[in-house]
């Protein structure tokens, strides 16, 4: 049974950084796509970051693209979400996501196009 873990998330004034983390188990994310995304209240889930498979590179949504930086750990089955300058806007519930095998670049801002998701994590920008 896959199970993804979120841990991180809080409460923080704008301009300040924060990490989310994502844990699997019964599946490994190596090798295999893994997202960002985070949803609002009345909204879809927006799509932040994501890996297709085992490559080196990040696809990034416009909205985070210098500011939010996505990293997987082999070792530990992790993925994590590094988020610095955040803004008011930024403010959502935050949840990581991850399909067994590549996906390819055209589908990994596709939210559906995910298997399995971990349970969220609020994240606020306030002063």
């Known amino acids: 049974q896959v199970q993804l873990v979120q841990s991180g998330g809080g409460l923080v004034q704008p301009g300040a950084s924060l990490k989310l983390s994502c844990a699997a188990s019964g599946l490994t994310f190596s090798g295999n796509a893994v997202g960002w995304f985070r949803q609002t209240p009345g909204k879809e889930r927006e799509f932040i970051a994501a890996k297709s498979g085992s490559g080196p590179v990040t696809y990034y949504s416009d909205s985070v693209k210098a500011r939010f930086i996505m990293s997987r750990n082999n070792a530990e089955n992790t993925v994590t979400l590094q988020m610095n300058s955040l803004k008011p806007n930024d403010t959502a519930i935050y949840y990581c996501?991850?399909?067994?095998?590549?996906?390819?670049?055209?589908?990994?801002?596709?939210?559906?196009?995910?298997?399995?998701w971990g349970q969220g994590t609020q994240v606020t920008v306030s002063s």
């Open positions: 996501a991850t399909k067994a095998g590549f996906m390819h670049p055209a589908l990994i801002r596709t939210a559906v196009k995910y298997d399995y």
